[in-house]
């Protein structure tokens, strides 16, 4: 674990701006972090039990905005609303 923390009310350390959540098994959260969560336009999350990658925006923990999702079945690249893919954005963002 590498980056910004700042102290909770209960004055335990929570991260707070850019840093990176490693853990044992390879799970990775990196990028833009507020009170304890991924919030921001650059962030990463790896998990390798589940052959998935993300790199992009979220938004209070959930991909949320342009990113690349890719797992062993699917990649998709365009934009996610609350954690699921938008198609309706997407071809909005297409035509224009």
Known sequence: TEGQYK??????????GIG???KPNGVVYSGHWE????SGPICYVK???EKVEYKGEMLN?????????????????GAFINGK????L??????N
């Open 7 to 16: 102290l909770a009310k209960n004055s335990r350390p929570i991260r707070h």
């Open 61 to 77: 923990g959930q991909y949320h905005g342009t990113g690349e999702y890719s797992c062993p079945e699917y990649y998709y690249a």
């Open 85 to 88: 893919y938008d198609l309706v």
């Open 20 to 22: 990176k959540y490693q």
């Open 47 to 49: 998990l390798p039990a």
């Open 35 to 38: 009170e304890n969560t991924l």
């Open 90 to 95: 997407q071809n909005l963002l297409k035509d």
